[in-house]
């Protein structure tokens, strides 16, 4: 059984065995195609039409499943590894041990933003950015630029108390636990980490960063949290809503998924605590 770790309790042994996964996901093609496939719904989810992965009520079943697939692929490399989490309201600054060269690698340079060290960095070789918006193909982030503070404990847990999983109209103007989680309303927690890193992570490309993983994987552990706390407060809505992904609906692209396949992750993985 798959258990999920606090990314700042893994081993030496742990994180390289993670980053060697990674990286053979690249070298084979395979890590571009997760990349490809969230720009594709980024760009497709709106606010006022169809929206499956993200602004929605499904944004945290859609990414469930969206990290299940990727920590699948990584597993048939290295049937070990397991996606870490990053919590990012405890590991808050740039000198975190996530960002150190023997396992992410650090922020970018202040002129192109352009990461250079660690194994992701464009002078080791082996991460080229295919999948972009624009002609650069070297990783980048600028950690703590764009705004200043990642989430506080304190933070998380007015989320996390909120007792309602989602509200009409279901999209970024909803109130609920579900926008205040991914952030388009109130205190905003996941959007503002993608923000915090910067570089790839605060684009539709954002996956080219592999701590996208670490940061949805804790988002991931939120839920479960969430579900914890509020034992009886279902995935809402339940039937009959245009544009939206209801309960027992399947999630493009699988096509074959649906919310209520995925709202129980012991199915699939534990967490550490
Ligand atoms: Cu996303």
Same mark, same amino acid.
Not at 28 to 42: A, L, M, P, W
Not at 45 to 51: A, I, K, L, Q, V
Not at 60 to 75: G, Y
């Given at each position: 059984?798959?258990?999920?770790?606090?990314?700042?309790?893994? $081993?030496?042994?742990?994180? !390289?065995?993670?980053?060697? &996964?990674?990286?053979? @996901?690249?070298?084979? +093609? *395979?890590?571009? #195609?997760?990349?490809?496939?969230?720009?594709?719904?980024?760009?497709?989810?709106?606010?006022?039409?169809?929206?499956?992965?993200?602004?929605?009520?499904?944004?945290?079943?859609?990414?469930?499943?969206?990290?299940?697939?990727?920590?699948?692929?990584?597993?048939?490399?290295?049937?070990?590894?397991?996606?870490?989490?990053?919590?990012?309201? $405890?590991?808050?600054?740039? !000198?975190?041990?996530?960002? &150190?060269?023997?396992? @992410?690698?650090?922020? +970018? *340079?202040?002129? #192109?933003?352009?990461?250079?060290?660690?194994?992701?960095?464009?002078?080791?070789?082996?991460?080229?950015?295919?999948?972009?918006?624009?002609?650069?193909?070297?990783?980048?982030?600028?950690?703590?630029?764009?705004?200043?503070?990642?989430?506080?404990?304190?933070?998380?847990?007015?989320?996390?108390?909120?007792?309602?999983?989602?509200?009409?109209?279901?999209?970024?103007?909803?109130?609920?636990?579900?926008?205040?989680?991914?952030?388009?309303?109130?205190?905003?927690?996941?959007?503002?980490?993608?923000?915090?890193?910067?570089?790839?992570?605060?684009?539709?490309?954002?996956?080219?960063?592999?701590?996208?993983?670490?940061?949805?994987?804790?988002?991931?552990?939120?839920?479960?949290?969430?579900?914890?706390?509020?034992?009886?407060?279902?995935?809402?809505?339940?039937?009959?809503?245009?544009?939206?992904?209801?309960?027992?609906?399947?999630?493009?692209?699988?096509?074959?998924?649906?919310?209520?396949?995925?709202?129980?992750?012991?199915?699939?993985?534990?967490?550490?605590?």
């Amino acid at each position: 059984m798959t258990v999920r770790k606090n990314q700042a309790a893994l $081993t030496a042994d742990e994180k !390289r065995r993670f980053v060697a &996964a990674v990286l053979e @996901l690249k070298r084979s +093609g *395979r890590y571009d #195609d997760f990349v490809r496939t969230h720009n594709e719904f980024i760009m497709a989810d709106t606010d006022s039409g169809e929206r499956t992965g993200h602004r929605s009520p499904s944004f945290l079943p859609w990414h469930r499943r969206f990290l299940l697939d990727f920590e699948q692929a990584l597993q048939a490399v290295d049937s070990t590894v397991a996606l870490p989490y990053w919590d990012w309201s $405890t590991d808050r600054t740039v !000198r975190a041990s996530l960002w &150190a060269p023997d396992f @992410l690698g650090g922020t +970018g *340079r202040s002129t #192109d933003g352009r990461v250079t060290d660690g194994p992701f960095a464009a002078s080791a070789g082996n991460w080229p950015v295919n999948v972009r918006v624009d002609g650069r193909t070297f990783l980048r982030r600028s950690l703590g630029t764009s705004v200043s503070e990642l989430p506080t404990r304190p933070e998380v847990e007015s989320v996390l108390s909120m007792a309602t999983y989602d509200m009409a109209p279901y999209n970024s103007a909803s109130d609920g636990f579900r926008n205040h989680l991914e952030g388009w309303r109130g205190v905003n927690l996941h959007n503002r980490v993608h923000r915090w890193v910067g570089g790839h992570m605060a684009t539709g490309v954002s996956p080219n960063d592999p701590v996208f993983w670490l940061h949805h994987a804790y988002v991931d552990k939120l839920w479960a949290e969430w579900q914890r706390r509020h034992p009886g407060v279902g995935y809402v809505p339940t039937g009959g809503t245009p544009d939206v992904v209801d309960l027992d609906d399947t999630m493009k692209p699988w096509n074959t998924v649906r919310p209520a396949d995925m709202l129980d992750h012991t199915a699939f993985y534990t967490f550490d605590a």
